[in-house]
């Protein structure tokens, strides 16, 4: 299903590419949001009650989850940079799949948001990567 050649790469390689470093920055987002954010920023993103995310206990656990979000964004980034693009799609399906499966948790566990900021930008990549 290679469509337009340019070089070595085809329109769906730079289709996938661009899906996936989509998916990559929006985890690093996350991530300064859970570890950096106002409580306020917070609660409205994750539709948490306030008084909840300004306990101590729900910074940490924020800023742990964070930490998470942030290095899946960076490693589909940095794996760009170091695999080959037989390898790299593989990894980025591994890493994209763990995405969208965390995602449908969350979705049905802490805010339907999920399904549709996480686990649709995650899903799309993925299918692009096995078409």
Known sequence: ????KYGP???FTLIRTILTF????EHIGICFLEMFGKPEQQ???F???INFVKQEAAQVSLANQGIYNGMLGVIL???????PIPILFNVWKLILSLIVVVAIYGG???????FLVQMLPALLALIFLFI
Do not use: G, P, S
Request: aromatic share 16%.
């Open 47 to 49: 539709d948490m009650d």
């Open 22 to 25: 989509i998916v990559a920055i």
């Open 9 to 11: 790469y085809t329109l």
């Open 1 to 4: 299903m290679e469509i337009i």
């Open 108 to 114: 049905f566990t802490a805010t339907k948001k999920i």
């Open 43 to 45: 609660a409205k993103a």
């Open 77 to 83: 980034i940095i794996a760009f940079f170091i695999f």
